[in-house]
């Protein structure tokens, strides 16, 4: 898994590619996280466009980064998830809780 | 002068051990101080002993549990006969003979038995033609690698080596040592050419060349000079008197899937293997030793291979547990309730291992309404399992005690979101079902069950909240449907519909929404049945790839 971090305003943005499931990608996607908040970064924007699998450790790993950045007062936001993922978040009814956009430029002006 | 007399053991695998019975005391028993070591759990620490008096071997029974047999008679002192059959306990795992050398040389150097027997040492030392010796060198080697197939504890493959090593440098003592945690070498064979246990942690031996090859890793020879002792007191041993010495670095390799493909991680010594000789006549020609090095290298693959037996019975052991909780597991979710008044229920859950993270469960509550749970606990195996045990009794205890269904879902949702590790939750379906057909129900993250109607509607019981264990913060609201006499609902895990045949293709929500409309009129038991019929038939000949859980209630007509 690749992990690219770009800014765009004041919202960063966490650019994964490959399959966010249980190992070092779910790991890594938390010690990013966990950093961009000790950088005191934390408005976030997950873009899942690149990310054709999600397993439920790699479901575990956004709640936890979901929760993290809800715990210092900021956000966490969902771009692009794939048929599957968006699925997922779907049947376990995360969708409620992750907001989630399909447009970037949208997803900035959330925030 | 002690009547020379020896015990052969046999263990199941053929391969033979010859004790000689030098002492006047010979014990037999469990603990390691023991001339001969019985690990039998039937084999008491003390168990008998041999003693030599007036000319006879006596064995005696020194008050051992299991009892001590000659010949299969229970016996507390017997005067032992050549051929005797005797039996320590109830360890039938080896097979002792006493021998009784002045009636028979029970030394033969090949044997006739089919099973594996290794040849005593000869007795003399008169010299035999070269050749012949290299070839009776070359037999003894194969026989301690055919003992290899065979021999099952540890202790009795380094024994062999080391007697084997003794025989074909004709060395008068060897030893085999291993580095321990600690990193020290440590003796785990001592043996004398008689094929004796040498007793004690320390022996007189040259530690010098012990190093020497240990460190640089390679074989160190010292053939037919003598040897000073340089590593030890001078006090205590002034000089050995060795004339020859060798020494081979037992080097650890890795084990691969192709024997062929082994590869030798050459600085990875794990110890020695130590032969030494204070005759003189040169103890190692070039022949015996390579069977010297291809011995030290036999010895490091049965370690290795007894690791892996050892690794493959901790396995075993391992499934016997699982087994165990998968029996635990079955027993916690009810298989049948005895018959309702208003409703027809069936269930079932079929773990792809041998614990599965699913769960369901039939709680009766006090005021007569029924509560259906069925739920999936993310991963497999023992941990899902365990937390799929512990929702299941939180469930039970909650609504045994008449809390509501929000009040319960609510509850376990903080407790798991706080409790458990941060990639664990549970998706639950939950329903409360009473006298009128009125089924209140919470999804918390799971697949929508179907609905099939009598007038042949089917629709999914939507409404939809998080997965529970992921926010605390979540209100779970319930919601509610009214069932009619005849209609039918079908919880169900996403084993179900996400089970994949041979092209790859999933079982699917739209072919499962059928197969319930088609059998709305058949029994709640038939109508599970029929399903997991459907399934097991969809992927034929693959491997169930996740649990498969279906609850069906069909309200009476």
Redesign the interface.
């Known amino acids: 898994m690749e992990i690219h971090i770009r800014t765009n305003g004041n919202v960063t943005i966490i650019d994964l590619a490959g399959n966010l499931t ?1 190992g070092k990608s ?1 790991e890594s996607l938390r010690i990013i996280v966990t950093q961009l908040i000790a950088e005191d970064k934390k408005l976030l924007l997950l873009n899942l466009a690149d990310v054709p699998t999600i397993d ?2 790699g ?3 956004m ?2 980064s ?2 993290s950045v809800k715990a210092v007062n900021g956000k966490l936001k969902v771009l692009k998830p794939s048929r599957m993922a968006h699925q997922l978040l ?5 969708l ?2 992750l907001e989630t956009f399909e447009d970037e430029k949208a997803a900035i002006s959330s925030f | 002068m002690q009547k020379s007399a020896q015990l052969k053991i046999m263990n199941r695998f053929g391969v033979t051990r010859i004790l000689p019975l030098s002492k006047a005391v010979f014990t037999i028993g469990r603990k390691a101080e023991n001339d001969l070591q019985l690990l039998s759990d039937t084999v008491s620490r003390q168990h008998a002993e041999i003693v030599y008096e007036d000319n006879t071997y006596y064995l005696i029974d020194v008050g051992s549990k299991r009892g001590t047999y000659v010949n299969d008679q229970r016996v507390e002192r017997c005067a032992l006969h050549h051929q005797d059959r005797l039996r320590i306990g109830g360890d039938d795992e080896q097979q002792i003979i006493f021998l009784d050398d002045s009636v028979e040389n029970a030394s033969a150097i090949f044997s006739s038995s089919p099973n594996l027997t290794l040849s005593s040492p000869s007795k003399d030392r008169a010299p035999i033609t070269s050749a012949n010796e290299e070839l009776q060198k070359l037999a003894r080697f194969v026989e301690v690698n055919q003992a290899f197939k065979f021999s099952m504890t540890p202790d009795d493959v380094l024994c062999l080596i080391v007697d084997a090593a003794i025989e074909i440098t004709r060395a008068e003592r060897g030893f085999l040592m291993l580095l321990n945690a600690e990193g020290n070498l440590e003796f785990k064979v001592a043996r004398d050419r008689n094929r004796n246990w040498m007793l004690g942690n320390e022996f007189e031996m040259s530690r010098s060349v012990v190093e020497e090859s240990f460190k640089q890793n390679r074989s160190v020879i010292i053939n037919d000079s003598k040897v000073t002792m340089a590593g030890l007191p001078r006090d205590s041993v002034r000089n050995l008197d060795l004339r020859s010495i060798a020494c081979i670095p037992l080097r650890r390799f890795q084990m691969t899937e192709n024997m062929d493909a082994t590869t030798i991680l050459k600085r990875d010594v794990i110890g020695v293997l130590y032969v030494d000789s204070n005759v003189s006549g040169g103890m190692l020609t070039q022949t015996s030793l390579k069977l010297l090095e291809s011995l030290a290298f036999e010895a490091t693959k049965s370690l290795e291979s007894v690791r892996l037996m050892h690794e493959e019975a901790e396995k075993k052991n391992l499934e016997v547990e699982l087994g165990m909780a998968r029996e635990v597991q079955i027993a916690l979710s009810p298989s049948a309730i005895k018959a309702m008044e208003h409703f027809e229920v069936a269930a079932r859950s079929v773990p792809s291992r041998y614990v599965g993270g699913d769960f369901y469960d039939l709680i009766p509550m006090k005021d007569g309404r029924f509560v259906f749970a069925l739920g999936d606990v993310s991963g497999k195996g023992v941990a899902a399992a365990l937390l799929a045990a512990m929702a299941q009794g939180a469930l039970q205890v909650q609504f045994a005690s008449n809390h509501s269904l929000t009040e319960v879902i609510t509850s376990l949702n903080k407790v798991l979101a706080q409790r458990s590790e941060s990639n664990r939750f549970i998706t639950l379906f939950c329903a409360v079902l009473d006298g009128e057909g009125h089924l209140t129900y919470i999804n918390a993250g799971h697949n929508l069950p179907i609905l099939a109607r009598t007038t042949s509607e089917t629709e999914t019981l939507t409404t939809r909240s998080v997965l529970l264990g992921a926010f605390d913060f979540v209100e779970y609201k319930p919601r509610q449907t009214r069932l009619n006499p005849g209609d039918v609902v079908v919880m169900y895990t996403d084993g179900v519909t996400e089970a994949v045949n041979s092209d790859n293709e999933m079982f699917g929500e739209d072919r499962l929404e059928e197969l319930v409309k088609q059998s709305v009129n058949l029994s709640a038991e038939q109508i599970k049945q029929h399903i997991l019929d459907e399934v097991i038939s969809f992927t034929r000949g693959l491997p169930q790839g996740d649990d498969i859980t279906l609850i069906v209630l069909k309200l009476k007509g």
Do not use: D, N, P, W
């Open positions: 249980i779910e439920s450790s479901i575990g790993a709640i936890k979901f929760t779907t049947i376990t009814g995360l409620s809780v």
